[in-house]
Nanobody, 124 residues
Framework: QVQLVESGGGLVRAGGSLRLSCVVS???????MGWFRQAPGKEREFVAA????????FSADSVKARFTISRDNAKNMVYLQMNSLKPEDTAIYYC??????????????????WGQGTQVTVSS
């Protein structure tokens, strides 16, 4: 069973930065990782995704110029560096792993396992 644990959330002022981390228990059973977020009263939305093997990065247009996804294969870690945070970035952030196969990286349905989430709150 693949397990994911996020960390790094917290309270930050607008314009500030946070780095989220996600550790995956069995990286060999996954080929890609994604970050999603869910704000109160809204549906879960895609943020960014990355393959363990390298290749293209995927980011939502709303965060493309401010957030950066990266990975450390040796540590089984995926990161989300978030800069220039805005109040509308406030949400629970989830990391997710994908076993493989096709489908759009921005589609939550292609991911098999999810972390418990970490809260990010951006004050104005």
């Amino acid at each position: 069973q693949v397990q994911l644990v996020e960390s790094g959330g917290g309270l930050v002022r607008a314009g500030g930065s946070l780095r989220l981390s996600c550790v995956v228990s069995e990286r060999s059973r996954t080929d890609a990782m994604g970050w999603f977020r869910q704000a109160p009263g809204k549906e879960r939305e895609f943020v960014a995704a990355i393959y363990w093997s390298g290749g293209p990065l995927f980011s939502a247009d709303s965060v493309k110029a401010r957030f950066t996804i990266s990975r450390d294969n040796a540590k089984n870690m995926v990161y989300l560096q978030m800069n220039s945070l805005k109040p509308e970035d406030t949400a629970i952030y989830y990391c997710a792993s994908r076993r493989g196969g096709g489908g759009r990286m921005s589609d939550s349905a292609v991911y098999d396992h999810w972390g418990q989430g970490t809260q990010v709150t951006v004050s104005s």
